[in-house]
């Protein structure tokens, strides 16, 4: 059921997003040699992507059933646990997010994501599938551990989805409703600039839905560190080529070198 939700909510804004950059996009040229690769990536990780949620939902469900966990051992319930969990699982995702990119074996699978050369509705999920795996895993310990609410579980997923959409989306907010949520919510303005290729950028705005963990742990970017005519997305080891091979992006976390 909860899948069931989560994936209808996820193609709707998925559909709707990408007919209004189809929209936006009609009187400039499009990236479209991307699509196939990141399609494809879509469609192979979107099932494992789910498993997040889910295990993580059966996880705290668990916890609360047989009262295990740190925030049942506190006897913390309703609307307290509800926010105390669903600020945990953003820190939790945020801290996820920084460890992609500091650990080696994390980022073999991460770099596939940022190797995009542009953004757009379609990278949202270009992801090697075997990270929703190892995250997964990584997921159910932690919510277990801490006796996550179910609930905040669930919402937090419901949010972040959407949020993650918009994010990648060439669409932009205006920039005064931007300027006024930045300080305190993950922008897509926010977002495009932890995608450039120049890495004191690339390592900032890890946060998935709030801003304030970036603000809090000084990975925090307002704007590009370079000039808008200097900006480019993707990695410098990844050329438009080899970033929209499919074959060579799915085997590439198994190479020699993680950062190559
Ligand atoms: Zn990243």
Excluded: C
């Amino acid at each position: 059921m909860i899948v069931e939700v989560l994936l209808s909510w996820w193609l709707l804004f998925f559909g709707l997003i990408a007919a209004a950059e189809l929209l936006e996009a009609r009187h400039r040229p499009i990236a479209r040699q991307r699509w196939p690769a990141n399609l494809t990536l879509i469609g192979l990780s979107s099932g494992l992507a789910a498993i997040i949620p889910l295990s993580s939902y059966a996880s705290g469900q668990w916890a609360q059933d047989t009262g295990f966990g740190v925030l049942n051992w506190l006897g913390v319930t309703g609307v307290i646990l509800f926010v105390i969990s669903f600020m945990a699982i953003s820190l939790w995702d945020y801290l996820v997010h920084l460890a992609s990119h500091k650990i080696p074996f994390l980022w073999r699978f991460h770099k596939i994501h940022h190797s995009d050369t542009e953004l757009d509705v379609t990278t949202t999920f270009r992801a090697h599938p075997i990270i929703y795996l190892i995250l997964s895993g990584v997921n159910f310990g932690i919510v277990a551990i801490l006796g996550l609410d179910p609930f905040a579980i669930v919402w937090h997923a419901a949010i972040v989805l959407l949020l993650d959409l918009s994010h990648h989306t060439t669409l932009r907010l205006p920039p005064r409703i931007d300027a006024m949520l930045a300080p305190y919510i993950m922008t897509p303005a926010l977002h495009h600039i932890h995608h450039s290729d120049h890495v004191a950028e690339t390592d900032t705005n890890y946060g998935h839905d709030l801003a304030i963990w970036d603000r809090l742990f000084k990975t925090y970017l307002k704007d590009p560190k370079r000039p808008k005519n200097k900006f480019r997305y993707g990695l410098t080891q990844y050329s438009e080529k080899r970033s929209t091979d499919l074959h060579a992006l799915l085997k590439a976390p198994f190479g020699k070198n993680p950062y190559s």
